[in-house]
T-cell receptor, first 116, second 115 residues
Framework: ETGVTQTPRHLVMGMTNKKSLKCEQH?????MYWYKQSAKKPLELMFV???????ENNSVPSRFSPECPNSSHLFLHLHTLQPEDSALYLC???????????????FGPGTRLTVL | GEDVEQSLFLSVREGDSSVINCTYT??????LYWYKQEPGAGLQLLTY?????DMKQDQRLTVLLNKKDKHLSLRIADTQTGDSAIYFC???????????????FGTGTLLAVQP
């Protein structure tokens, strides 16, 4: 496998369920990101991990819980979600850029989440 | 604030040129990017421009940067049906307090190419 992969591609869950989204990158990068993509809204950065440490948490509700066990894997654990959390969740990775430098992020195909 | 703005929709005929516009807020952004998202896929980097440039050309793509107005545009010459996608503009935000810089994305512009 090459690039950034995400599983599952589609997920339907009830508000009381617990589920996890998985992201894996095969690019040797050391920074990973979770984004939320909703219709007609800017792409929202949720979490950033650099060298397996969380460096950004954009006021995301605690019902979203990220985990980065190593530089190749990133999880997003979900529990007691709301219908407004339905969206496309995108994972990305990049070579950890220093300030002022080029930061190309490579994206996975996303997980389409529907909360009933 | 950190805002990147784009119009939501653009429709062109095949063979015409498309121009997608973007305004951004952080005047210190070093790099500005254009990403493309095809249906059912993640975002893919199309091109980028360094902030000390005002134009960059790459085959059918031309990026224009007006730093004074904080305006970025992407021109696609001879637009094809395969160019139909959502196009995102992004600016890099520096020194935000972490070990990495981050990208601020716009809403995306849906480009529809009519045959």
């Amino acid at each position: 496998e090459t690039g950034v992969t995400q599983t599952p591609r589609h997920l339907v869950m009830g508000m009381t369920n617990k589920k996890s989204l998985k992201c894996e990158q095969h690019l040797g990068h050391n920074a990973m990101y979770w984004y939320k993509q909703s219709a007609k809204k800017p792409l929202e950065l949720m979490f950033v991990y650099s060298l397996e440490e969380r460096v950004e948490n954009n006021s995301v509700p605690s019902r979203f819980s990220p985990e980065c066990p190593n530089s190749s894997h990133l999880f997003l654990h979900l529990h007691t979600l709301q219908p407004e959390d339905s969206a496309l969740y995108l994972c990305a990775s990049s070579q950890d850029p220093e300030t002022d430098s080029y930061n190309e992020q490579f994206f996975g195909p996303g997980t389409r989440l529907t909360v009933l | 604030g950190e805002d990147v703005e784009q119009s939501l929709f653009l429709s062109v005929r095949e063979g015409d040129s498309s121009v997608i516009n973007c305004t951004y807020t952080d005047s210190s952004s070093t790099y500005l990017y254009w990403y493309k998202q095809e249906p059912g896929a993640g975002l893919q980097l199309l091109t980028y421009i360094f902030s000390n440039m005002d134009m960059k050309q790459d085959q059918r793509l031309t990026v224009l940067l007006n730093k004074k107005d904080k305006h970025l545009s992407l021109r696609i010459a001879d637009t094809q049906t395969g160019d139909s996608a959502i196009y995102f503009c992004a600016e890099s935000l520096q020194n935000y307090g972490g070990a990495t810089n981050k990208l601020i994305f716009g809403t995306g512009t849906l480009l529809a190419v009519q045959p």
